[in-house]
C-alpha cells in the first residue's frame, strides 16, 4: 500500500534551533579518557592529548553544543581540581560511578576540545557538593576579562583571553544525585546560586535551572511556584529548564524479539509527551516562552551485557538506536516552537554514542549517521509534515496489543531547500511513499537511506562500515515524487521548491 507524505510549507512552526543536535560528554566508562583523552605522550594520533580521529568524526556532523562534566559526576566536580599542571593535579574518587578521577581533563582540556569540533561549551556546575562561591568564581576563570587572582591563573594556565562560556547548567538531576531536593527547595537553591552568576564578560550567560524527569510535572510544577514567588523585585534570571528522559528498556543493546524492537521505538516517541506536557507545564508560569525547555539528557539506555562490556555503559548501538535517535530528532524538529536544546547521552563509548573507540580503533555509530542525515535541518525553518498510512500491531510488555505508526518524520526550509526526514519503523515491510509539497512541485536534490536487511545489524570494529547511508532512488510522478522506503529505515530527501 502507498503511504502519503505531505509538506505544508505555509504551515511555520517555528526556527529549529541548531542546540537541538547538541550533545553531552561525562567523566564516565570511556567516555572522557581513551574516547576523547589519550594523553600528549600517547601513540594514538592526537593534539594536545585530545584524539584525532575522534575531532575529524565530530566536525563532519557539526556539533553545535556539548554539556560537561556530567551527569551525576558534575555535583561532586569541583574545577579548581582539574586546573594547572596536569602532573600536579589531584586524584580523586568518582563517587557516583565506582572509578578514580584523575583529573588530566578539565576546563581548558575540555574548552579546547569544544573549540577543535566547533561546539559551544555548556558547563554544569556543583549545587549537591559545591557552593554559589565556587559556581561564581568558575565563571570569573572562564569569562572575565580583567586583571584578578583568577584570571591571572587562567593566563598562567595558558589562557590569556576568556573563553567566553554561554551555556551554564546550575546542578545536574537534583531530586537524585544533585542533591535529593523537592523541587521547590530546589528553587531557593536555584536562586541563591543564580544571584552570584552575574554576566561578568562580553558573553552574556544563559542559566539553565534542573528541570524534572519524563512527563511527571510535580517537579516542575513545585519548582515554578516557589521560583515565581519573591519578596522583592528581580527575580534571579532563568533561561532554561532541563529535563531528562531515557527510553525503557526492551531486550538488551543486541539482543531482542520483534515486538522488543517495537516496544522500544514505542518507548523512545513518549519523547513527544515530555516535550508538549512539560512546555504546557511551564506556559502556566512563562505563557510567553522566555524560558526554554531543553533536553539535555535524552536517549536508549540498555541493560548491560556482559559479553559484549568493554566499560561502565558501554553499549552497542544497532539500527535500532539509529531509529530511536531518528523519531526524536525529528519529534524536536517538529516541535521547533516548543524546544530549544537537546543533548544525547553521551557523545562517545556511553549509552547511545555517536563514536564508539576500543584503543587505537574508532567506528562512527548508526546513531552518528543519523545526525550527518539530519544536519540539514539545523537553523531551518520547520514545516508542518503530515504522514498518512498504515499502523504496525505488536505486543507490549504487559502481554497487550498495541499499535504504532509505520511512517514518521520533519521538514524544514532554509532558502528554497526542503529537507524531509523519514522513519520506517517496521522491522520486516518497506513501503511505497508518495510525497507531495501542498503549493509547489519537488525538484530533488539528493536522497539518501540508512538501512540494513537486519533489525540488529552494527558497526563492529572488524566491520565499521557495516551501516551506513547509501543513494535513495526516487521518481518523480507529476508534481510529487515516488520512493520505496525499506524496512527498518531512515532517509533524507533534499529538494528545491518550484
Not at 268 to 296: N, W
Not at 333 to 362: E, F
Not at 383 to 395: A, N, P, W
Request: net charge negative; with cysteine; proline share 5%.
Amino acid at each position: 500500500m502507498t503511504q502519503r507524505v505531505t509538506v505544508v510549507p505555509a504551515d511555520r512552526i517555528g526556527t529549529i534551533n541548531p542546540n537541538l543536535y547538541g550533545h553531552f560528554s561525562e567523566h564516565l566508562g570511556t567516555c572522557i579518557y581513551e574516547g576523547i583523552w589519550v594523553g600528549e605522550d600517547s601513540a594514538i594520533p592526537n593534539q594536545a592529548g585530545i584524539r584525532l580521529d575522534v575531532v575529524n568524526a565530530l566536525r563532519r556532523i557539526h556539533p553545535p553544543v556539548l554539556r560537561w562534566p556530567g551527569g551525576n559526576f558534575a555535583d561532586d566536580y569541583h574545577w579548581q581540581d582539574g586546573i594547572g599542571p596536569r602532573d600536579r593535579r589531584p586524584t580523586r574518587l568518582n563517587l557516583w560511578w565506582d572509578a578514580v578521577e584523575p583529573n588530566q581533563f578539565g576546563t581548558h582540556e575540555f574548552i579546547t576540545f569544544c573549540r577543535m569540533i566547533g561546539a559551544q561549551p555548556y558547563l554544569c556546575g556543583n549545587v549537591g557538593s559545591g557552593s554559589p562561591r565556587e559556581l561564581r568564581e568558575w565563571v570569573e576563570y572562564c569569562n572575565y576579562g580583567g586583571d584578578t587572582t583568577l584570571t591571572r591563573t587562567r593566563a598562567a594556565n595558558g589562557s590569556p583571553e576568556p573563553f567566553g562560556v554561554r551555556y551554564w547548567g546550575v546542578g545536574n538531576e537534583n531530586w537524585a544525585a544533585g542533591g535529593s531536593f523537592e523541587g521547590g527547595d530546589y528553587a531557593v537553591e536555584y536562586k541563591r546560586f543564580a544571584t552570584f552568576l552575574q554576566d561578568i564578560g562580553k558573553v552574556p550567560l544563559t542559566l539553565i535551572a534542573c528541570g524534572a524527569y519524563g512527563s511527571d510535572t510535580s517537579w516542575t510544577r513545585s519548582f515554578f511556584e516557589k521560583y515565581t514567588r519573591t519578596p522583592f523585585p528581580g527575580v534571579p534570571r532563568l533561561h532554561g529548564f532541563g529535563v531528562h528522559y531515557y527510553c525503557g528498556t526492551a531486550g538488551n543493546a543486541i539482543e531482542y524479539t520483534t515486538d522488543q524492537w517495537y516496544q522500544l521505538l514505542a518507548a523512545g516517541a513518549e519523547i513527544e509527551k515530555v516535550v508538549t506536557i512539560q512546555r504546557a507545564a511551564m506556559d502556566a508560569y512563562d505563557p510567553q516562552r522566555k524560558i526554554g525547555l531543553i533536553i539535555d539528557e535524552w536517549g536508549a539506555w540498555h541493560p548491560t551485557d556482559e559479553a559484549h562490556h568493554r566499560a561502565h555503559l558501554w553499549q552497542q548501538n544497532t539500527m535500532r538506536d539509529a531509529l530511536i535517535a531518528a523519531q526524536t530528532l525529528d519529534t524536536f524538529n517538529r516541535h521547533a516552537d516548543k524546544v530549544v536544546m537537546s543533548n544525547i547521552a553521551q557523545m562517545i563509548n556511553v549509552l547511545q554514542s555517536m563514536i564508539l573507540t576500543d584503543g587505537p580503533r574508532m567506528l562512527t555509530t548508526p546513531t552518528y549517521h543519523v545526525y550527518d542525515l539530519y544536519q540539514a535541518h539545523q537553523g531551518g525553518q520547520a514545516l508542518r509534515l503530515v504522514c498518512e498510512g498504515d499502523m504496525i500491531s505488536y505486543c507490549n510488555k504487559q502481554g497487550e496489543d498495541a499499535e504504532l505508526a509505520q511512517l514518521s518524520g520533519s521538514a524544514s526550509l532554509k532558502g528554497d531547500m526542503l529537507t524531509i526526514s523519514l522513519v520506517n519503523a517496521s522491522a520486516e515491510a518497506g513501503c511505497t511513499v508518495a510525497l507531495n509539497c501542498v503549493g509547489g512541485e519537488l525538484i530533488v536534490e539528493g536522497a539518501q537511506v540508512l538501512a540494513s536487511g537486519d533489525i540488529h545489524a552494527y558497526n563492529s570494529f572488524d566491520a565499521p562500515d557495516a551501516v551506513k547511508p547509501r543513494a535513495l532512488a526516487v521518481t518523480p510522478v507529476g508534481d510529487a515524487i515516488e520512493l520505496e522506503l525499506p524496512a527498518a529505515s531512515v532517509a533524507r530527501i533534499q529538494a528545491k521548491l518550484a
